[in-house]
């Protein structure tokens, strides 16, 4: 149970691995989350092109048709990939030694020099996988705190409660 003067103090490196596996997990976990709107509109827009050539049934839309639903695909594929296989190469003051001391009104994050100190109302949400607890400030900036870091349930339990002191809810990921 949290009470009044609870902090939740944790010292970790991650490695580049991690830092690759959790963009991936954040990746899933935010589709799972977020619908699959951008699958639905793919779909709706190739129903609407065949149709179109059904209609108009002439060599020229065929090939343009093929030619957006190859550059759709081709986006799919790159955003899938790209941003996982880059991203050791982008965050590598994140692979040094990290401390996070988080209190019922502010989480302070320290890296190397660099020191933080964050509100919770800044976060539109946590949302957990397995490995990591992802803490969400908009849709593409999120930072994994993998697991490992906590000493014990005990210390991820009053995380959770402080959380919810501050409205902002743990979601699960891996039950999507």
């Not at 065949?50 to 790159?78: C, H, P």
């Not at 919770?120 to 949400?125: A, D, F, K, L, R």
């Amino acid at each position: 149970m949290m009470d009044a003067g609870s902090t939740v103090k944790l010292n970790f490196q991650l490695t580049k691995d991690e830092m690759i596996k959790a963009h991936r997990q954040y990746m899933r976990i935010r589709r799972a989350i977020e619908g699959y709107g951008s699958i639905i509109r793919y779909a709706l827009l190739v129903l609407v092109a065949f149709v179109a050539v059904w209609v108009l049934f002439n060599f020229e839309s065929m090939i343009l048709l093929v030619f957006f639903v190859a550059l759709f695909a081709l986006r799919s594929v790159l955003n899938a990939w790209y941003p996982s296989h880059k991203i050791g190469r982008q965050v590598s003051q994140f692979l040094q030694e990290m401390s996070i001391i988080i209190t019922k009104d502010e989480i302070d994050w320290k890296i190397a020099d660099h020191k933080q100190d964050v509100e919770w109302g800044q976060y539109s949400g946590i949302w957990q996988s397995d490995d990591f607890f992802f803490f969400i400030r908009e849709r593409h900036e999120y930072f994994g705190v993998p697991r490992r870091a906590f000493a014990s349930a005990e210390d991820i339990q009053v995380f959770k409660e402080m959380a919810a002191a501050n409205s902002i809810k743990v979601r699960n990921g891996d039950n999507i």
